[in-house]
C-alpha cells in the first residue's frame, strides 16, 4: 500500500519560514520523479515545484522562484520543501504527489500517481 505523509506545516507570519516533509512507504521512492502541489480555498490546484528522481533537476512556478527550495533524501524516502519569505497568499494545502516517471516534462507536467492528505500552511500578513 503506497502512502504519502505530509507533515511540517502551520501557521506563521509573512517573512516566516517552514519547512515541509513528505514521507512516503509502499513505493521504491527513487524510480519517481516527486512534486509539490497546493490549493487555495476556492482556488484550483496549482503546481509549486518538482524534482527529478536523483535531484538532478527541478523545477518551481514562477511564483515561488527565490523563496522555495526542493530536495529530497532517497535513503530517508523523503520529500522536502522549504519555503522562506513566506507571504499570504502562499495559504493554502500543500500536497505532495508521486509522478509517473524518474523525471517530469516541461513545467512539472505530466501524470502524479500518487498523493498525499496535505498539510495547511497559514500565513498572516
Known amino acids: 500500500q503506497v502512502q504519502l505523509v505530509e507533515s511540517g506545516g502551520g501557521s506563521v507570519q509573512s517573512g516566516g519560514s517552514l519547512r515541509l516533509s513528505c514521507t512516503t512507504s509502499?513505493?521504491?521512492?527513487?524510480?519517481?520523479?516527486m512534486g509539490w502541489f497546493r490549493q487555495a480555498p476556492g482556488k484550483e490546484r496549482e503546481v509549486v515545484s518538482c524534482?527529478?528522481?536523483?535531484?538532478?533537476?527541478?523545477n518551481y512556478a514562477d511564483f515561488v522562484w527565490g523563496r522555495f527550495t526542493i530536495s529530497r533524501d532517497n535513503a530517508e524516502n523523503t520529500l522536502y520543501l522549504q519555503m522562506n519569505s513566506l507571504k499570504p497568499e502562499d495559504t493554502a494545502l500543500y500536497y505532495c504527489a508521486a509522478h509517473s516517471s524518474p523525471y517530469y516534462y516541461g513545467r512539472c507536467s505530466g501524470t502524479y500517481h500518487y498523493w498525499g492528505q496535505g498539510t495547511q500552511v497559514t500565513v498572516s500578513s
Open positions: 509502499g513505493l521504491t521512492f527513487d524510480d519517481y520523479a
Open positions: 524534482i527529478t528522481w536523483n535531484g538532478g533537476a527541478t
